[in-house]
């Protein structure tokens, strides 16, 4: 693991990734960022050394390295999900290298189902803790001493200064932002029956998805500050539940990434 991450490094900063202050992830319908990126490089993730591929369709697939709020930043347009076959080392891969390129902290979004009844399609949550019910864990297997402890505190897996930033610059914009929500994580990649979203809000939850979790948990591993919103692009009440329609959650996460982008935005240039 340690050499593919110290090869991976060393070829993105001969392409001239070079000291990049923030590392983003970019989630399902979430690419819209990436505009307002002055690109240096865009660098498909099929170019680069030991990088998984991203599958699904809403994923393009590609780095992006160049300046934002006049900070150089390298962002994930397209993430991996266990659900397409890949190991939780492979999906959160990326995050070390990142790491190693010189990131001092990251931002992750992500398209989730709001289990909260109070909160609307096209909100936004900011997560402040998670509920793991993916099978697997990045860190199972011999730790790398070079990389983290073999026993990694969780208990605050979410930057504390970085969310107390996003809620006021939420409140300055004008953003709706739903503060100390918490996000968990499933397998996927079927939606949820009834009796889950039920099961899920009453152990806790306030959104599900099939993303983030692993990728914060080696963040942590590797002590790399983050943080992490949710695009609520479809209500799960059990009570009242529709079919799900793929199309119409691309859709609103297009629309509520406008405020996403904008939080992003503001954040990176006060860091």
């Known amino acids: 693991m340690t050499e593919k991450i110290k090869e991976t490094t060393q070829f ?4 001239g990734v070079t000291a990049p202050e923030a590392g983003v992830v970019l989630g399902t319908g979430l690419g819209g960022l990436v505009n307002e990126i002055e690109t240096e490089l865009e660098i498909p993730y099929t170019e680069i050394p030991h990088f998984p591929i991203a599958t699904v369709e809403f994923h393009s697939g590609k780095l992006i390295y160049g300046t934002l709020a006049d900070k150089k930043v390298v962002a994930m347009n ?8 890949y190991s939780m080392q ?27 009844k109070s909160y609307r399609k096209g909100d936004l ?4 803790d ?9 860190l199972r297997g011999k730790n790398d001493d070079e990389l983290g402890p073999r026993f990694p505190d969780m208990s605050r897996p979410y930057d504390k200064k970085i969310n107390q930033k996003l809620t006021s610059l939420a409140q300055q914009e004008g953003i709706r932002l739903h503060e100390n929500g918490v996000y968990a994580s499933v397998m996927g990649p079927n939606l949820e029956t009834r009796a889950e979203y039920r099961f899920l809000h009453r ?4 959104a599900v998805g099939m993303s983030t979790v692993p990728e914060v948990i080696v963040a942590n591993h590797m002590e790399l500050p983050c943080s992490a919103v949710s695009v609520l692009t479809d209500t799960c ?12 959650i691309i859709a609103v996460a297009g629309k509520a990434e406008v405020g996403l982008t904008k939080l992003f935005t503001r954040l990176i240039e006060a860091l």
């Open 130 to 138: 998670h509920i793991n019910l993916l099978p697997d864990n990045p």
């Open 237 to 248: 009440d059990p009570d009242h539940l529709e079919p799900v329609n793929i199309e119409e």
């Open 12 to 15: 993105l900063q001969s392409k």
């Open 78 to 85: 397209g993430r991996f999900h266990y659900y397409e076959g």
């Open 203 to 206: 152990i806790g939850a306030d």
């Open 125 to 128: 949550m900011l997560i402040d």
């Open 90 to 116: 492979e999906i959160t891969f990326p995050i070390r290298v990142l790491k190693q390129l010189g990131i001092q902290y990251l931002l992750l979004s992500n398209a989730a189902g709001a289990l909260n």
